[in-house]
């Protein structure tokens, strides 16, 4: 028996949460492994292909690997869960002209308060996965989320709306390797996932056809509708709001003689606004569904931050200023390209995450 309490590992079939599970056991952690079952139709091929990291490939994957490492291994069913807190919150926002991260809401609500709180039915003391990050306590007293030591693989971003109460049961022990030394572990165990490539598509649309999953799960399809400059005038018809982005510049079927680019979705009128590339720079953001994080929050002071607005943005110096109880304008020292309406905005102190929002 360990000595330091049982965790149980969300185990995805992959690489990173394989390796998390040893690095836990070398740690003396009772390691129990865990997969979510989350699909909703899963006798689907392409799923078991192409699964992701809940697919029916990846209960076949970890029970292998749980098996090698000599842990309890079970699958838990939160097709429920993930429906309400993910697919469908996914559908809703781009019918809304907005452009959601479902993953974001899958760390939230089934991979955190989901797991974590059957786990604590069943007597675990922690829950861990593969994350590129780490959990670390603030000489305060608070929990944040400090980037991993490699920045190429960093998943910081999608973790900014962890609670307190979550971060405290949470371990993340990848967080301090790089992707190769990984790899490397998993090689020298003899892991049968040591060379699985990593999954790159939304989960639930392996083939990467948002606007075509979202119009086989609505009754009615969003209808057409014009494209149109910054003054309203028509420039031709689009297939439908679900099918756009801001930023956008492929696939809009428009004969502009130059590029020209998505630089508002506007649901109300059914209109896509096309523009040009400098258009879709802007200074500042709104966000608002705020989660604090290093701090609790502004307390009406201004403060001086680095911000991310997407996955792979880099991030950018800028300023933070609150507006209402959960309202905060994030004003840019450069412009920010393709600021997007329901994208977060995570704010940073360094390595460590001090909350975000979503962009309104």
Known sequence: MGGKGTVVVGMSGGVDSSVAAWLLLQQGYDVVGVTMRIWQDEDSDVQ??????????????????????????????????????????????????????????????????????????????????????????????????????????????????????????????????????????????????????????????????????????????????????????VLGRHRGIIHYTVGQRKGLGLAMGHPVFVTEIR????????????????????????????VDGLHGSRRRASAKIRYGHRGAACELEEMGPDRVRVRFDEPQRAVTPGQAAVFYDGEYVLGGGVIL
Request: glycine fraction near 8%; charge should be negative; hydrophobic fraction near 35%.
């Open 48 to 233: 078991a292909e192409n699964g992701g990291c809940c697919g029916l490939s990846a209960v076949e994957d970890a029970r292998q690997v749980a098996w090698k490492l000599g842990i309890p291994y079970y699958v838990m069913n939160f097709k429920d869960e993930f429906q309400k807190k993910v697919i469908d919150y996914f559908i809703r926002e781009y019918v809304r002209g907005r452009t959601p991260n479902p993953c974001i809401a899958c760390n939230r609500f089934v991979k955190w308060e989901s797991l974590l709180r059957r786990s604590m039915e069943i007597g675990a003391d922690y829950i861990a996965t593969g994350h590129y990050a780490r959990v670390e306590r603030l000489e305060g007293g608070r929990f944040a989320v400090r980037s991993s030591v490699t920045a190429e693989k960093d998943q910081t971003y999608a973790l900014y709306s962890l609670t307190q109460e979550q971060l405290a049961h949470t371990l993340m022990p990848v967080g301090q390797y790089r992707k190769e030394e990984i790899r490397a572990i998993a090689e020298q165990l003899k892991l049968p996932i040591a060379h699985k490539p990593d999954s790159q598509e939304i989960c639930f649309v392996p083939d990467g056809d948002y606007a075509g999953f979202i119009n086989r799960s609505v009754k009615e399809s969003p209808p057409e509708g014009n494209f149109v400059d910054r003054e309203g005038r």
């Open 267 to 294: 649901p109300e009128t059914n209109e896509v606004v096309i523009g040009e590339a400098e258009e879709v720079f802007s200074r500042e953001l709104i966000c608002s569904h705020l989660s604090w994080m290093a």
